[in-house]
C-alpha cells in the first residue's frame, strides 16, 4: 500500500495498479505502470515499471501531476487450483508430499514480481519433470508457516498427517519445510513416529523455488527416488550433499543439525555419517552407514504426548544462575543445559548453577547435560564440575545434539513425570538419538 | 569491399548500448575484488539451472526446460575474487557505495534525470553466465542527452548492473564459466535511436560516451572491460541486435557489415546476434518470452536523497574536452600526443603518474601511446598484463636516476615476460642498472684502447652498443668525444 497521501490522489484520478499512467514532475515526464507499493522503501514514491522492463520510484509531493493513459493489466491475487494428485503410469509406486510452508513450485509474475507459490501436483511436476519417472504423485498442504514459526503443536499435526498419508498405501513420504528449524522437526517425527515401515524425507531449500538457480529441484528428486528406492525406513533430512548439484545426503533426523545460515549443504550429520548418499543424475544411492531400521511391514502409531515447558538453557561466561527462577516460577517441567566443552557449568561463587540444579533436580524437575560444542560426547567425572553436577542427579545425554535432547525431552515428559524413568527413558535409544561409539570419520566439517 | 551506400536512403537506424566495467575497490553486492588477476581457479562448482514458471504460460517452462536439461554449467572460483555471494550460496550484501556513486556521476554526466528511488531488478538469465540465473540491474539515471556535432542524442537511460561470468568454454552440453568477472560492477549506457549519421559517425557517438564515462576516471581499462551492443535496422526490416562488440573500432565495421548482410537477405528476422572478432556476426539462440525483469527482494529500495546529489554535482570530474585543453597548455603534450593518451586506455594512470613524479609528461605519455603498442607488435607480447604498480615503480627507478627512458622498452619487455620478477631486480639481472659517469669513462677508455685509429662515430658506435639503456645517450656522446680528444 502506497501513503495516505498516494492512495486519496489515485482514487481521485481513478487510476489503479496495472495502469499505464503519465507521470510530470518538475516539467519531466515519465511514463510506464504504475506498480504495487512493496512493503521496503518509501511508501510515499510511486513505483513505474519503464517500458524496458525497469522499475523506478518517483517521490510523491505536490505539483506532481498523474494522468491515467489505460488499464494496461489486471493485476489480481492469484489463487492456482491445486491438483492434489497426479497419475503418470499404474507400475510405478505413489508418494505422497507434505507441504507445510515454503514452495516447491513457483510461478512469478514478472509483471508485478509478485512470486505465487503452489503447491499443486501437476505445478510440482512442471518444475521437476524427472518426477514422472519416479513415481506417481500425491501433493498436499497442511500448513504453510515459515519453519521460525514451527511449534511442538504443530509437530503433532506433521506427525499425523504422515501417519494417514502411510496408511493409504504409499511407498514413501517427503514433507517439505522451511530450514531453519528443519532438524526439530525431524528429531520430533523421529519420536512420534512408533513402528515406521517406510522412508519419510524432510527436504527444505535454501535458495527459494522461484529462482533458476533453486535446491529444490535436485533436494526434492533425490528424496524422491530416496523414498521409493531404498529401504531405510527412518525419518531422514534430504538436502545436498556439497554446494554442488551433484549428490543429497539423507541424514538420519535425530544426528542432524544445520550449520551454515545460507549454504545449500547447510545440513550436516553430527557423530555418525549420513545415512546415504543419492546421487542425481545416474539416480545410484549409496549406504554410507548401515545403522538403520529397515523397511517392514509394521503399522505406524503416532505417539505424540508431549509435555511443552521444556526449556534451553545455554551456558556462557557471566550465565546468572537467577535465570533457571524464572522457568521456575512459569511452571516449567524439565531443562535441557547446552554446557560448555564435557559438560561443565560455572560452579565458582555468585555464578555457581550448583545450587539451583540441585534445587531443581531436587524439586522434581529433571535437568539433561548437553553440550555446545555440538561435536562429540558428554561425560560425567573427567572433571571436578561433572562430578559436582553428577552427585545433582542431572542427566547426562551421551552424544546427542542439544536440539534432539530438547525434543526427546519434551516427548518423555508426556509420557512419564517420574524422575528414575525419565532418567531411564532419556538414556534409550528410541530413534537412533545417540551412539555408543563415535568414529574418526564423524567429524569431517571441512 | 567497397563502400558506396549512402545510408540516408537505406534510412539506417541504430541504437547503443555500452557497458564499461567500474573501477571499485569490491564488486557490487560483495567483498570481493574486481582485479581479475588470479590465474588458477582455486575450484570448480557443478551446477544446473532450472526452468522457472512464469505467467507467460507452460510452453515457454517447456522451451526452458528442453533447453537447459542436457546443459551443465562448471563456474571456476577464484581465491580473493569469489565468495559464497558469486558462488550463489549466500544472500547479496549491501549495494556497493562506490559503484553508485560512480554511477550517478555518469548519470548526471549525461544529463539524466535521477529517480527518487532507486528499484534493484533482476533479469532472467538461462545461458548460465550468472549462478542464480537472474542478473541484478538498476535504472540510476534517465532522460539525458549528449551532444554530438551541434545536435543532441538521445540517452534513454544509465543503468547500474553486475558484469556476467566470463565464457571460458562450451563443448558437448557442458559450459564453463570464470566466476572472477561476475557481479564487477557495470554501467550500462543505452540511447536511443540514432538516426541520419553514417557508421562512422555512431562509432564516434559511441567513442564519446566512452569518453565521458573515462572522465570519472572509474572505469576499467583493457580488453573485456568495455562492451558494446547496437542494434541496426535500415528500410523496411526488422531491428536486429547485435550483442558483444568488444573493440570500439570495429563498431562501424559491424554496423556496415550488417548493413550488407540485411541488403542482402530478401526477409530480415528480428533476432539476436553475437559479434565476432573480425567484425562479423553470428546468431545466437533468442531467449523465449518478454523481457524478464522482476523486482530483487534480498535488499530492499534505496532513496537518494537530494544532498546526496547535490554533493555528486559539486565534484563532477573535469569534461574530456576541458582536459584535453588542460593537458596541452598545461602539461605541454602535443595536440596529437595529448588526443592519444585522452583516447588510452591509461588515461587515469597518466594522470595519477604526472601528478606523482616530476618526470616531463611526454615522456610518460608516449610509454602508453607509443612504446607498449610497439612491443605488441613488435614482439607480440601481453603487455595488457602489466598492471599500474608496474608502471609506478617504473617510474620511480626513472625518476631517481635508476634507469634512463632509453631501457624503458626492454625492462617492460622483461617484466611482461617475467611478471614474479620485481623492477628493480629487473634492473640488475638485464644489466640495466645505470651505470655511473666514471664507468661509463672507463668502458670508453678500454674502447678507445682496443679501436685505435677508428673514427669518432665509430667509436660512439660500439660504446653505444655496449650501454644501450643504461645512460642517458647525450651523456655517451659528450663523455665519448672528450675522452677521444684527450687521445687524439
Request: proline share 4%.
Amino acid at each position: 500500500m502506497y501513503s495516505k497521501n498516494i492512495e486519496k490522489v489515485l482514487k481521485e484520478k481513478r487510476i489503479r495498479v496495472g495502469d499505464r499512467i503519465k507521470l510530470v514532475k518538475n516539467k519531466k515526464t515519465f511514463e510506464g505502470i504504475l506498480m504495487p507499493r512493496i512493503e521496503m522503501g518509501d511508501l510515499n514514491c510511486l513505483i513505474i515499471k519503464l517500458d524496458n522492463g525497469y522499475n523506478i520510484g518517483i517521490g510523491f509531493e505536490r505539483g506532481v501531476e498523474l494522468e491515467k493513459i489505460r488499464t494496461e493489466w489486471q493485476i489480481s491475487g492469484k489463487k492456482v487450483k491445486e491438483v492434489e494428485s497426479i497419475t503418470f503410469d499404474k507400475k510405478l509406486p505413489t508418494i505422497s508430499i507434505i507441504g507445510t510452508g515454503g514452495t516447491i513450485a513457483s510461478k512469478i509474475d514478472y509483471r508485478t514480481g509478485g512470486v505465487y507459490a503452489s503447491f499443486s501436483a501437476k505445478d510440482i511436476v512442471t518444475q521437476i519433470p524427472e518426477l514422472k519417472e519416479i513415481a506417481n504423485i500425491r501433493a498436499k498442504q497442511i500448513m504453510n508457516i515459515l519453519s521460525e514459526d514451527m511449534t511442538p503443536d504443530r509437530w503433532r499435526e506433521i506427525a499425523r498427517a504422515v501417519v494417514k498419508e502411510i496408511n493409504s498405501g504409499v511407498s514413501g513420504l517427503i514433507i517439505t519445510h522451511g530450514t531453519d528449524t528443519l532438524h526439530y522437526t525431524a528429531a520430533a517425527l523421529s519420536f512420534m513416529l512408533r513402528d515406521l515401515p517406510i522412508p519419510v524425507a524432510l527436504v527444505g531449500a535454501q535458495r527459494s523455488s522461484d529462482r533458476g538457480s533453486s535446491d529444490t529441484v535436485m533436494n526434492v528428486a533425490c528424496a524422491a527416488n530416496f523414498v521409493v528406492n531404498s529401504d531405510v525406513a527412518e525419518v531422514c533430512t534430504v538436502m545436498h550433499g556439497s554446494i554442488e548439484d551433484n549428490y543429497c545426503l539423507a541424514i538420519r533426523g535425530t544426528k542432524v543439525r544445520k550449520i551454515h545460515t545460507s549454504r545449500r549443504d547447510a545440513f550436516k550429520p553430527v557423530n555418525e555419517l549420513p545415512i546415504a548418499r543419492i546421487n542425481w543424475i545416474d539416480k545410484k544411492i549409496e549406504i554410507m552407514n548401515e545403522n538403520y531400521r529397515k523397511r517392514n511391514s509394521k503399522k505406524v502409531k503416532v505417539d505424540d504426548k508431549i509435555e511443552t515447558k521444556v526449556a534451553i538453557i545455554k551456558c556462557y561466561p557471566g550465565l546468572e544462575p537467577e535465570i533457571l527462577d524464572y522457568y521456575l516460577k512459569k511452571k516449567y517441567k524439565g531443562f535441557i543445559i547446552e554446557a560448555t566443552g564435557l559438560g561443565n557449568t560455572p560452579t565458582l561463587g555468585k555464578h555457581s548453577l550448583l545450587p539451583k540444579i540441585e534445587k531443581v533436580v531436587k524439586s522434581g524437575v529433571p535437568v539433561v547435560i548437553t553440550s555446545q560444542c555440538i561435536y562429540g560426547r558428554v561425560h560425567p567425572f573427567v572433571y571436578r564440575p561433572l562430578r559436582e553436577l553428577t552427585k545433582r542427579g542431572v542427566i547426562f545425554a551421551e552424544d546427542m545434539l542439544p536440539e534432539t535432547a530438547y525434543v526427546k525431552l519434551m516427548w518423555v515428559l508426556g509420557h512419564t513425570k517420574k524422575m528414575n524413568q525419565i532418567k531411564e527413558m532419556m538414556l534409550t535409544n528410541y530413534a537412533g538419538e545417540t551412539n555408543k561409539r563415535i568414529e574418526t570419520g564423524e567429524f569431517s566439517i571441512w | 569491399m567497397v563502400n558506396v551506400l549512402n545510408y540516408e536512403d537505406i534510412n539506417l537506424k541504430c541504437g547503443l548500448e555500452i557497458h564499461r566495467q567500474l573501477n571499485t575497490s569490491h564488486k557490487l553486492f560483495c567483498g570481493c575484488s574486481t582485479n581479475m588477476i588470479e590465474k588458477k581457479p582455486i575450484t570448480e562448482i557443478k551446477r544446473k539451472l532450472h526452468p522457472v514458471a512464469s505467467e507467460l504460460g507452460e510452453v515457454d517452462v517447456a522451451a526452458q526446460y528442453e533447453f537447459l536439461r542436457n546443459r551443465q554449467f562448471n563456474y571456476q572460483v577464484f581465491h580473493g575474487e569469489n565468495c559464497l555471494v558469486e558462488c550463489d550460496e549466500e544472500p547479496i550484501h549491501l549495494l556497493n557505495q562506490e559503484a553508485l556513486e560512480i554511477a550517478l556521476q555518469v548519470a548526471l554526466l549525461f544529463n539524466c534525470i535521477i529517480p527518487e528511488e532507486i528499484h534493484i531488478m533482476r533479469k532472467t538469465v538461462i545461458d548460465g553466465s550468472n549462478t542464480s540465473a537472474f542478473q541484478r540491474t538498476m535504472v540510476i539515471g534517465l532522460n539525458g542527452f549528449i551532444e554530438y556535432k551541434g545536435k543532441k542524442i538521445e540517452i534513454l537511460h544509465v543503468s547500474l548492473e553486475e558484469d556476467a561470468a566470463g565464457l571460458v568454454e562450451e563443448k558437448n552440453g557442458s559450459v564453463t564459466y570464470r566466476l572472477n568477472r561476475l557481479s564487477i560492477p557495470l554501467v550500462e549506457i543505452g540511447t536511443g535511436l540514432i538516426v541520419g549519421y553514417s557508421p562512422e559517425e555512431i562509432q564516434n557517438i559511441a567513442y564519446t560516451i566512452g569518453m565521458i564515462c573515462r572522465s570519472t576516471g572509474k572505469v576499467k581499462r583493457g580488453i573485456g572491460t568495455i562492451r558494446q551492443d547496437v542494434n541496426v535496422s535500415i528500410k523496411g526490416g526488422q531491428r536486429v541486435e547485435i550483442k558483444g562488440v568488444q573493440e570500439l573500432g570495429l563498431l562501424s565495421k559491424v554496423i556496415e557489415l550488417e548493413v550488407q548482410r540485411q541488403l542482402s537477405l530478401p526477409r530480415v528476422e528480428k533476432e539476436t546476434r553475437a559479434a565476432l572478432p573480425d567484425g562479423t556476426t553470428k546468431f545466437t539462440r533468442p531467449l523465449p518470452g518478454a523481457a524478464r525483469m522482476y523486482p530483487e527482494t534480498d535488499i530492499p529500495p534505496f532513496k537518494i536523497e537530494k544532498t546526496f546529489i547535490q554533493k555528486i554535482k559539486k565534484n563532477l570530474p573535469e569534461p574530456w574536452d576541458k582536459k584535453l585543453i588542460r593537458f596541452k597548455e598545461e602539461l605541454k603534450l602535443s595536440y596529437d600526443l595529448a588526443n592519444q593518451i585522452l583516447r588510452s586506455d591509461y588515461l587515469d594512470l597518466f594522470e595519477s603518474l604526472t601528478k606523482k613524479f616530476k618526470i616531463n609528461p611526454s615522456v610518460i605519455a608516449n610509454v602508453f601511446v607509443s612504446t607498449l603498442k610497439d612491443l605488441k607488435k613488435r614482439e607480440n607480447i601481453s603487455v595488457e598484463n602489466l598492471i599500474d604498480e608496474d608502471f609506478e615503480k617504473l617510474f620511480e627507478l626513472l625518476e631517481t636516476g635508476k634507469l634512463v627512458k632509453e631501457s624503458i622498452p626492454d625492462i617492460l619487455s622483461y617484466k611482461v615476460k617475467n611478471p614474479e620478477i620485481a623492477m628493480t631486480e629487473i634492473i640488475k639481472k638485464i644489466g640495466l642498472e645505470a651505470i655511473s659517469k666514471e664507468e661509463l669513462t672507463k668502458i670508453v677508455n678500454d674502447t678507445l684502447e682496443k679501436n685505435k685509429g677508428q673514427p669518432l662515430n665509430k667509436i660512439i658506435g660500439i660504446v653505444m652498443s655496449k650501454v644501450r639503456g643504461r645512460i642517458k645517450s647525450e651523456e655517451v656522446a659528450e663523455i665519448v668525444k672528450k675522452e677521444f680528444e684527450k687521445v687524439y
